[in-house]
């Protein structure tokens, strides 16, 4: 009945624009049935939000944010308030809130698949596209829809198949994600002729394609790369971290599929100015398709500097046990080892930020996961630790202006305390959860007919006689 309340509202916008492309695009029979509650919801709320938007502008859309500085300009717009970005908020100090929703909040709030256990992923999609709370049927709703696409064309999984195993996995998910642009229903409809005030549905369309292929293929690169190529199909009962560890091979350990849905949850959404999350608003408002966009975001994502650091922060540490020959170091050998890292002019791996002034919620979260789950891991210890000597030693230097922990410095303790071992895969799994948030928010990028980026940039010299 959703599904059909759905294709009504399509059905009348579609009348307002010429396609005949419309018609067929609704008689393809997997988007009709994909076509359920949450679109038709998203349908509902975004008259409104056009509106606001529309109130905005005419009521102070000529206000300023605040001065642009050559600081700024300089030292990568920090503190420049210049973009838009609904699905989450950063606050410097109390750190993320989704939607409006503390990290708290969202673990109350979001239907769990276990009593007081960690959300379903697919309820915090649901509050990414919506601002809504779901309920448990509509959480289902989305397990089930997502399931139902989840399957990827066999020349993609032969192209998987032929990496390198030495190709770094994010590199793979990235040339996965821009060989699955072949079925890009956005990009196939642009070729159409689609009217700009559809755009919307084919992304929400793409979108979610994408989210519900990610794990099969993230999986797919784990095990070619780590586990000699094993490919387990979809489950359709289950939901999307159970079905994900199950591709992992960790589906029988109920301690892991509890960790990927906290993991899923926290890395979704950080703002709208973190790479991963400007690249793909960036590249998405040049109207490429969301596979082209995600693929952008993630090789940001892949950076040393953002979603790498979690594989970094492992690294360093097994690197620091082996040069030290423990598995549970000093306070004493860590405050040795860190002044020898930044002695070589490298960063501390997992803290500093370029926003928050705290500890990061996402850390304090996983870190009570980890209280209740593997108090005694050796390497948690060394993880508790490190937050005890790293921002005492940070501070000292003098210019770190966060020398708290952020999400990365966290993440890889609880992934190896349940097997999954593998560095250079963290980031294909933090790739994963990002693309909820991301994805969620260029639907609203189309919906709300925001135009291409493009922030004017100035020579060294012209800034030089601008002040002369
Ligand atoms: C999901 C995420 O993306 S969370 C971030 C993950 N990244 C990391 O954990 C890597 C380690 N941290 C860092 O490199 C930084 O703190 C960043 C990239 C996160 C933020 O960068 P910035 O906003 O530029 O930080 P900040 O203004 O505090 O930097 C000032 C100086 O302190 C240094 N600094 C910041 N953090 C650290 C650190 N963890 N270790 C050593 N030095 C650091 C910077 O490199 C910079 O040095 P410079 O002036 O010689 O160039
Ligand atoms: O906000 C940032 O700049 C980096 C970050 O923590 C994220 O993207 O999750």
Same mark, same amino acid.
């Given at each position: 009945?959703? =599904?059909?309340?759905?294709?009504?509202?399509?059905?009348?916008?579609?009348?307002?624009?010429?396609?005949?492309?419309?018609?067929?695009?609704?008689?393809?029979?997997?988007?009709? =049935?994909?076509?359920?509650?949450?679109? =038709?919801?998203?349908?509902?709320?975004?008259?409104?939000?056009?509106?606001?938007?529309?109130?905005?502008?005419?009521?102070?859309?000529?206000?300023?944010?605040?001065?642009?500085?050559? !600081?700024?300009?300089?030292?990568?717009?920090?503190? =420049?308030?210049?973009?838009?970005?609904?699905?989450?908020?950063?606050?410097?100090?109390?750190?993320?809130?989704?939607?409006?929703?503390?990290?708290?909040?969202?673990?109350?709030?979001?239907?769990?698949?276990?009593?007081?256990?960690?959300?379903?992923?697919?309820?915090?999609?649901?509050?990414?596209?919506?601002?809504?709370?779901?309920?448990?049927?509509?959480?289902?709703?989305?397990?089930?829809?997502?399931?139902?696409?989840?399957? @990827?064309?066999?020349?993609?999984?032969?192209?998987?198949?032929?990496?390198?195993?030495?190709?770094?996995?994010?590199?793979?998910?990235?040339?996965?994600?821009?060989?699955?642009?072949? !079925?890009? @229903?956005?990009?196939?409809?642009?070729?159409?002729?689609?009217?700009?005030?559809?755009?919307?549905?084919?992304?929400?369309? !793409?979108?979610?394609?994408? @989210?519900?292929?990610?794990?099969?293929?993230?999986?797919?690169?784990?095990?070619?790369?780590?586990?000699?190529?094993?490919?387990?199909?979809?489950?359709?009962?289950?939901?999307?971290?159970?079905?994900?560890?199950?591709?992992?091979?960790?589906?029988?350990?109920?301690?892991?599929?509890?960790?990927?849905?906290?993991?899923?949850?926290?890395?979704?959404?950080?703002?709208?100015?973190?790479?991963?999350?400007?690249?793909?608003?960036?590249?998405?408002?040049?109207?490429?398709?969301?596979?082209?966009?995600?693929?952008?975001?993630?090789?940001?994502?892949?950076?040393?500097?953002?979603?790498?650091?979690?594989?970094?922060?492992?690294?360093? @540490?097994?690197?620091?046990?082996?040069?030290?020959?423990?598995?549970?170091?000093?306070?004493?050998?860590?405050?040795?080892?860190?002044?020898?890292?930044?002695?070589?002019?490298?960063?501390?791996?997992?803290?500093?930020?370029?926003?928050?002034?705290?500890?990061?919620?996402?850390?304090?979260?996983?870190?009570?996961?980890?209280?209740?789950?593997?108090?005694?891991?050796?390497?948690?210890?060394?993880?508790?630790?490190?937050?005890?000597?790293?921002?005492?030693?940070?501070?000292?230097?003098?210019?770190?202006?966060?020398?708290?922990?952020?999400?990365?410095?966290?993440?890889?303790?609880?992934?190896?305390?349940?097997?999954?071992?593998?560095?250079?895969?963290?980031?294909?799994?933090?790739?994963?959860?990002?693309?909820?948030?991301?994805?969620?928010?260029?639907?609203?990028?189309?919906?709300?007919?925001?135009?291409?980026?493009?922030?004017?940039?100035?020579?060294?010299?012209?800034?030089?006689?601008?002040?002369?």
């Amino acid at each position: 009945m959703l =599904a059909q309340r759905s294709c009504a509202i399509f059905s009348k916008a579609s009348k307002a624009s010429t396609a005949g492309l419309w018609s067929s695009f609704l008689r393809n029979k997997s988007t009709v =049935a994909a076509a359920g509650s949450l679109k =038709a919801r998203l349908a509902e709320l975004i008259p409104l939000k056009q509106q606001q938007l529309k109130e905005l502008k005419t009521n102070h859309g000529s206000k300023s944010l605040g001065e642009v500085t050559v !600081d700024m300009a300089i030292g990568g717009m920090r503190g =420049a308030k210049v973009l838009l970005w609904d699905t989450s908020l950063l606050d410097s100090e109390e750190g993320i809130r989704f939607r409006g929703y503390s990290i708290p909040e969202v673990k109350q709030l979001l239907p769990a698949a276990v009593e007081g256990g960690e959300p379903y992923p697919e309820g915090m999609l649901w509050l990414l596209m919506t601002g809504e709370v779901p309920t448990a049927a509509q959480v289902k709703s989305i397990s089930e829809d997502l399931n139902s696409r989840a399957v @990827i064309p066999e020349f993609v999984e032969e192209l998987l198949d032929r990496c390198p195993r030495d190709l770094h996995p994010m590199s793979q998910l990235s040339l996965a994600l821009n060989a699955l642009q072949r !079925d890009s @229903i956005f990009a196939k409809a642009y070729k159409d002729g689609i009217n700009k005030k559809l755009y919307w549905d084919p992304t929400f369309e !793409d979108s979610m394609n994408v @989210i519900a292929k990610l794990p099969l293929v993230a999986a797919r690169i784990y095990q070619n790369v780590f586990k000699g190529g094993k490919a387990v199909p979809v489950d359709m009962s289950v939901d999307y971290s159970q079905n994900f560890a199950n591709m992992l091979g960790f589906g029988e350990n109920k301690g892991f599929v509890e960790l990927l849905r906290l993991y899923l949850v926290l890395h979704t959404d950080h703002e709208g100015g973190n790479v991963s999350a400007h690249t793909t608003h960036l590249v998405g408002s040049a109207l490429s398709d969301p596979y082209l966009s995600l693929a952008a975001g993630l090789n940001g994502l892949a950076g040393p500097l953002h979603g790498l650091a979690n594989q970094e922060v492992l690294r360093w @540490i097994l690197n620091m046990n082996k040069s030290l020959n423990t598995n549970n170091p000093t306070k004493e050998q860590i405050t040795n080892y860190c002044n020898e890292t930044l002695a070589s002019g490298n960063v501390i791996p997992g803290f500093g930020h370029a926003v928050l002034r705290k500890t990061d919620p996402r850390y304090t979260s996983q870190r009570e996961f980890a209280l209740k789950h593997l108090k005694d891991d050796p390497l948690f210890q060394t993880v508790s630790n490190m937050y005890e000597v790293v921002p005492q030693i940070l501070t000292k230097q003098g210019k770190v202006k966060n020398p708290w922990p952020n999400v990365d410095a966290h993440s890889g303790c609880l992934l190896c305390h349940y097997g999954l071992l593998e560095q250079d895969y963290y980031t294909v799994m933090f790739g994963v959860s990002r693309a909820f948030g991301v994805l969620s928010q260029l639907v609203w990028d189309r919906a709300l007919g925001l135009p291409i980026e493009r922030p004017k940039s100035m020579t060294m010299d012209s800034l030089t006689n601008m002040f002369k």
